[in-house]
């Protein structure tokens, strides 16, 4: 009975030690495949998240950024660049080219907070010698706000100007005298300044300034 047992524990020592090593085999393997699976994940999410930003937000290669004002430098040019179209179309919007006008884009005031449509803002800004310009607001989703004087734009023909050559946009709930965009309840929000100018490249322009942009102030929340 001992002479068995002894043999039959030699002849089970073997099975446990190839178990043992095929399960660290198993293991490293499990391991390297697992690295590899990050890796490829973590690639995946950089490369998205790089593509997410260059079409959302963009770059100084694409953009062009003064205050809260973000312009595309190439949109609605047949050599923009795949970032600028893939923007435009994510919002379904058709820009001007920006050969012959600029069309800038705010999501924030001037103090960097986002504009919403529990707060009223003014946008203050002057009138251009030549050329047009329009102010809108939209949704953030770049819809249209619906409202009851089916209100969403004021351009230089139909705001109104001081003698002094500036304007104010108030936007709000409520109604106020004067050039009023209606917010309603649309939530976060979003404005939009066009400047057109047929005679010249807006991007070849010496004497259009981007300190002429509006400013976009808070005036309260509630």
């Given amino acids: 009975m001992e002479h068995r047992s002894v043999l039959s524990h030699s002849a089970r020592a073997p099975l446990s030690v190839v178990l043992n090593r095929l399960q660290k085999r198993v293991g490293i393997v499990v391991g390297i495949l697992g690295d590899w699976a990050a890796f490829i994940g973590a690639v995946l999410i950089l490369g998205l998240g790089t593509s997410w930003y260059m079409i959302d937000i963009g770059t100084g290669l694409t953009t062009e950024r003064h205050g809260p004002w973000v312009a595309w430098t190439s949109a609605g040019r047949s050599d923009g660049d795949p970032y600028t179209r893939a923007h435009f179309a994510r919002?379904?919007?058709?820009?001007?080219?920006?050969?012959?006008?600029?069309?800038?884009?705010?999501?924030?005031?001037?103090?960097?907070?986002?504009?919403?449509?529990?707060?009223?803002?003014?946008?203050?800004?002057?009138?251009?010698?030549?050329?047009?310009?329009?102010?809108?607001?939209?949704?953030?989703?770049?819809?249209?706000?619906?409202?009851?004087?089916?209100?969403?734009?004021?351009?230089?023909?139909?705001?109104?100007?001081?003698?002094?050559?500036?304007?104010?946009?108030?936007?709000?709930?409520?109604?106020?005298?004067?050039?009023?965009?209606?917010?309603?309840?649309?939530?976060?929000?979003?404005?939009?300044?066009?400047?057109?100018d047929a005679g010249a490249s807006m991007l070849e322009r010496t004497d259009y300034e981007p300190k002429a942009l509006p400013a976009i102030r808070r005036v309260q929340c509630r």
Avoid at 117 to 138: H, K, L, M, P, Q
Avoid at 156 to 166: F, L, S
């Fill in 91 to 196: 919002f379904g919007t058709l820009p001007l080219s920006s050969d012959i006008a600029l069309t800038y884009t705010a999501f924030t005031d001037d103090t960097g907070e986002r504009l919403h449509s529990s707060c009223e803002y003014s946008v203050e800004g002057r009138d251009i010698d030549d050329g047009w310009w329009s102010v809108t607001v939209f949704n953030d989703r770049g819809d249209l706000i619906a409202n009851a004087a089916d209100r969403h734009t004021y351009t230089r023909q139909t705001a109104a100007i001081r003698p002094d050559g500036k304007f104010a946009i108030a936007l709000g709930r409520e109604a106020s005298p004067g050039n009023w965009l209606p917010t309603g309840g649309a939530g976060r929000l979003a404005l939009q300044y066009t400047v057109f």
